[in-house]
């Protein structure tokens, strides 16, 4: 049941996503992606209010988080996934644990994509 909840949610964050995007587009242009900053910030804001409420309340089942956290809010953007992840480490006292992770996200998944994009257009 989880793998159809996360399905469901999943759907809705990608489609909020696609709308936010061109809605940035038409307003802001392509010079600059707002949109992508927008929807990171956004979505990152959403999991803090989300899991904030989650810790604090008893009001939801574990088919609503799941649906929420990794459907919808995962749809949205995995950005707020990796927000939550280096605050997490932070609040456990692993700060420089959350400081690698979030330098070594950033620099080794740019590498990745700037490195495979190379190899793929060298080869076809």
Same mark, same amino acid.
């Given at each position: 049941? /989880? ?5 469901? /949610?999943? *759907? +809705? ?5 696609? &709308?936010?995007?061109?809605? !940035?587009?038409?307003? =802001? /242009? @392509?010079?600059?992606? =707002? ?7 956004? *979505? !990152? &804001? +959403?999991? *803090?209010?989300?899991?904030?409420? =989650?810790?604090?309340?008893? +009001? ?13 809010? /995962? ?5 707020? @996934?990796? !927000?939550?992840?280096? &605050? ?16 070594? !996200? ?5 590498? &990745? +994509? ?11």
């Amino acid at each position: 049941m /989880g793998y159809l909840i996360v399905f469901i /949610g999943s *759907g +809705l964050g990608g489609m909020i996503r696609y &709308a936010v995007g061109m809605l !940035s587009i038409r307003v =802001f /242009g @392509t010079n600059f992606p =707002f949109g992508t900053l927008g929807i990171n910030v956004l *979505g !990152s &804001a +959403l999991m *803090g209010i989300v899991v904030g409420v =989650f810790t604090t309340t008893n +009001l939801t089942s574990q088919d609503t988080k799941l649906f929420l956290t990794t459907g919808v809010i /995962g749809g949205f953007t995995t950005f707020s @996934t990796f !927000s939550l992840d280096a &605050a997490v480490l932070c609040e456990r006292g692993q700060h420089l644990a959350a400081a690698a992770y979030v330098v070594a !996200s950033v620099i080794v998944s740019l590498m &990745a +994509l700037i490195l495979t994009m190379m190899v793929i257009r060298r080869h076809l």
